[in-house]
């Protein structure tokens, strides 16, 4: 056999005589597993069975089984194709890397390859036929292999994670399955079939073991294609190491020393630093649960502890990205803004995944009970349930904050806000794969949806110009070039953090969006003109936002606005300008008016109220706006506002939506705001709050964000200081830290802290200068506190453990 060194790459084998170097990454290691020869044949027959339930293998076969047995394969103009050495007649390019155009010339030839194996399988009329047409497929791999054309390190089109026959590795391993039989027998007899055979499995070996896509929701999708390469190889060593690889990403977060996985505060991360719960956290835990019911009763069946996993992956994670059936959709942003019918579907898959681990799990789970709750007590929206039945009991109540991904979710049994920040340690949600990047260039600027019939947001997205992002301050009209994964575009700053205690909890940002220079040189631009301090806090009923030092940080003429809310109008908008006579905007009477506040402000739509306090220039805006050019391109928009709300809609072009905004002009200087939201009220009830805003005892000046409600004490400090509240109660910091206080069920207060400028899970942003950002604090943190019961300072041992730093930690503990 020729020799053939290789070296691993993005994702495949490289023969090094394409001159393919790495592109930097490991191979991981692995331990060989030592059987005995009973061991062995126990495993053998084990792999035989889970050939038997592993339908891929079947569907991959009977596509080309179809084609050959209907007469659609042209044997003669096949065989043509190839020289009689089995080099194929055009010309197949070779290189480290290779164009979009190229890689489609390496699918052309797999397709010529695919067609001739099926034809020798099923579609030659005689054993002379079949043995030239298999002889054939033989050689011209073989060529393929020997002179290097196998295969780049390019990952989406060399191995990509959705469907074999999307990809030239998958394309090859469609050969192997259609004629596993032929090279099985033949490898004893063939030398060229032995040759080929283990020039495969070399190859494929690369799918289980390559370093960037293994771990992270990305490595459950390669099951498809790992699975054909193992069921191919027919050895039980083979399927011992991709047990063990992929054992070791379920429970090891991808890997010891890598970022992406699911982290110690259940974030699930996907290309590193975003929470990707929603439906990629639906997909990524079906197959981890597919691969345990494949598996169940051989030697690769999972543990106990791996199922117990999966299960708090479930609820801690995956069910806070639902709200009434609704999926929080820029969990999965680069889709979720695009694939209607993927957001859809989460709650009922989800709810089947809950009852498929019950029954895979059985009486062994140690959450068994939790699982059983949650599938029974889980909201079906209306377009899961027949007859469109609306589900109106309560959901659960708690607060989470994911400090790997500067996600929080606050819930309460009839509303649920979330909110999403960035900071130097984690991004913007993914970009989107359309140009240009508007979609999702905001989602890091604070994003802060509202939900209260969960659907607010499910079609109101439609009429976006993602210029109105609630909860977002951004300068208007800025766009930047779109990418697959957009990792350069980050906070400027540090400063991003926040606090619960698994009811209540705030957080806070300090926003400065830009682009980092690829090159790695730390150089940076501004993508965004606006900088402010933001920062979110959650009450039983709702939320106080404030925003500080709002200012121009680079040039520019587009007015900054932060935005309330964004979506579609129902009903009449009921508002009141400094305790002025409330005035009525009837759902047909369209108004865009700016509305100068002195005071306090309040504005009702649709049970959810909204209170302005201070100056401001609201503005409100009532009126009909187009969809988005590149939403309307997802075909499931238009099948489903079609179904529900008429052809009519659809015609229109555009819907009726409810915007509401604070215009801080083009330059402002050292600007502020302060706004409360009730998700669940009505009008005489909101009145009756904006009456007590003034009661309220909070700051917002000098990088200090504070404020005192229903007996929660909450400070932000982006910057050392004291916050005087009410009644002689004060809180002071030397450091900067996210401070919650409140009392417990037995009357004493308990203090809660988080380090906002920890490191998270990166290096500075220079390659190789061996450094680390953030601050770690060794030594507890101590704060000064008055008025509090009778504690006088409180100290914080705050985690020095890579990946928990954000965590929420009791003081005096």
């Not at 030697?299 to 299960?311: G, M, N, R, S, T």
């Not at 402010?532 to 007015?559: C, E, H, W, Y």
């Not at 009661?695 to 909450?714: E, H, L, M, P, W």
Request: hydrophobic share 35%.
């Amino acid at each position: 056999m020729k020799n053939f060194n290789v070296c691993v790459g993005a994702v495949l084998l490289i023969a090094t005589c394409c001159g393919a170097g790495t592109a930097g990454y490991d191979s991981q290691p692995y331990a060989p597993v030592k059987n005995s020869p009973a061991l062995l044949a126990e495993k053998q027959v084990a792999l035989a069975a889970v050939r038997k339930v592993w339908t891929l293998d079947d569907e991959v076969v009977a596509g080309v089984r179809n084609k050959a047995e209907k007469g659609k394969v042209d044997a003669d103009a096949l065989f043509e194709s190839f020289n009689d050495d089995g080099s194929w007649k055009k010309k197949l390019p070779v290189g480290e890397t290779l164009t979009e155009k190229e890689y489609k010339t390496h699918e052309a030839y797999f397709a010529d390859l695919i067609s001739l194996a099926g034809y020798s399988r099923f579609g030659a009329k005689n054993a002379l036929d079949k043995n030239k047409a298999k002889g054939l497929v033989y050689r011209s791999l073989l060529w393929y292999f020997d002179n290097g054309f196998a295969a780049p390190p390019q990952y989406h089109q060399t191995f990509n994670y959705h469907a074999p026959m999307a990809t030239v590795g998958g394309r090859m391993l469609i050969v192997g399955t259609v004629l596993f039989d032929d090279i099985h027998a033949d490898r004893a007899k063939n030398m060229k079939a032995q040759n080929l055979y283990e020039y495969m499995c070399d190859y494929g070996r690369q799918f289980i073991n390559a370093a960037p896509q293994i771990r992270g929701p990305n490595w459950s999708f390669r099951l498809d294609n790992c699975m054909l390469y193992v069921l191919f190889c027919d050895d039980p060593v083979v399927m011992d190491e991709y047990s063990y690889h992929w054992n070791k990403a379920l429970s090891f977060n991808r890997w010891e020393t890598e970022t992406d996985g699911v982290h110690p505060d259940w974030s699930m991360m996907h290309h590193g630093d975003m929470n990707y719960w929603g439906m990629y956290g639906i997909a990524w835990t079906s197959r981890v649960i597919q691969y345990g019911e494949v598996f169940n009763g051989t030697p690769w069946a999972y543990k106990i502890e791996q199922l117990d996993f999966i299960a708090d992956c479930m609820t801690e994670g995956v069910r806070w990205s639902l709200y009434r059936g609704n999926c929080e959709y820029t969990s999965a942003p680069k889709r979720g803004s695009f694939l209607l019918a993927r957001t859809d579907g989460v709650a009922a898959s989800f709810k089947e995944l809950v009852a498929q681990l019950l029954e895979l799990g059985g009486d062994q789970l140690s959450s068994r009970t939790g699982l059983e709750r949650l599938e029974s007590e889980l909201i079906l929206p209306p377009w899961s349930v027949e007859g469109g039945a609306v589900d109106t009991r309560p959901e659960f109540s708690g607060h989470r904050y994911f400090w790997t991904t500067e996600y929080q979710v606050h819930r309460r049994p009839d509303f649920a806000i979330y909110t999403r920040r960035c900071s130097q340690r984690t991004r913007p949600p993914e970009d989107s794969s359309q140009k240009p990047g508007t979609l999702h260039l905001n989602y890091g600027t604070g994003y802060t949806p509202i939900m209260r019939s969960g659907d607010e947001l499910r079609l109101s997205r439609l009429a976006w110009d993602f210029q109105h992002v609630p909860g977002t301050t951004v300068e208007q009209g800025c766009t930047v070039a779109s990418g697959k994964a957009g990792s350069t575009k980050r906070g400027l700053n540090l400063f991003s953090g926040g606090v619960d205690d698994g009811m209540y909890g705030c957080g806070a940002f300090d926003m400065q969006i830009v682009q980092f220079d690829p090159d790695g040189s730390g150089s940076y631009e501004f993508i965004n003109g606006a900088g402010a301090l933001k920062g979110t806090f959650f009450f039983d009923d709702g939320m106080v936002a404030l925003g500080q030092n709002i200012r121009r940080i680079a040039p520019g003429s587009g007015k900054i606005l932060t935005t309330l809310n964004n979506v579609m109008r129902k009903g009449n908008v009921v508002y009141s300008i400094d305790e002025s006579s409330p005035k009525t905007v009837k759902q047909s009477n369209p108004i865009e008016q700016q509305l100068t506040v002195n005071h306090v402000a309040w504005v009702w739509h649709d049970h959810v109220g909204y209170v302005v306090s201070g100056a401001a220039k609201l503005v409100l805006s009532c009126d009909e706006q187009p969809f988005n050019e590149k939403l309307k391109q997802d075909k499931d928009f238009k099948k489903i506002i079609i179904a529900e709300l008429g052809k009519e809609i659809w015609g229109n072009d555009r819907f009726n939506m409810f915007r509401l905004w604070l215009d801080h002009g083009s330059d402002p200087q050292n600007q502020s705001y302060a706004y409360a939201v009730y998700p669940n009220c009505s009008v005489q009830e909101l009145k009756a709050r904006a009456a007590q805003v003034g009661t309220f005892s909070k700051k917002n000046v000098a990088g200090i964000q504070a404020i005192a409600k229903d007996g929660i004490f909450y400070a932000v400090f982006s910057k050392p200081g004291t916050v005087q509240f009410a009644d002689g109660v004060s809180i002071s910091s030397d450091v900067p830290l996210v401070v919650m206080v409140r009392k417990n069920d037995s009357g004493e207060y308990e203090f809660h802290a988080s380090n906002p400028d920890h490191r998270g899970l990166r290096r500075e942003y220079v390659p190789g200068s061996g450094k680390t950002i953030g601050t770690l604090y060794k030594e507890p943190i101590v704060i000064r506190v008055e008025g509090l019961g009778s504690e006088t300072s409180v100290g914080f041992q705050l985690s020095t453990e890579r990946g928990e730093e954000g965590a929420s930690v009791k003081g005096g503990q």
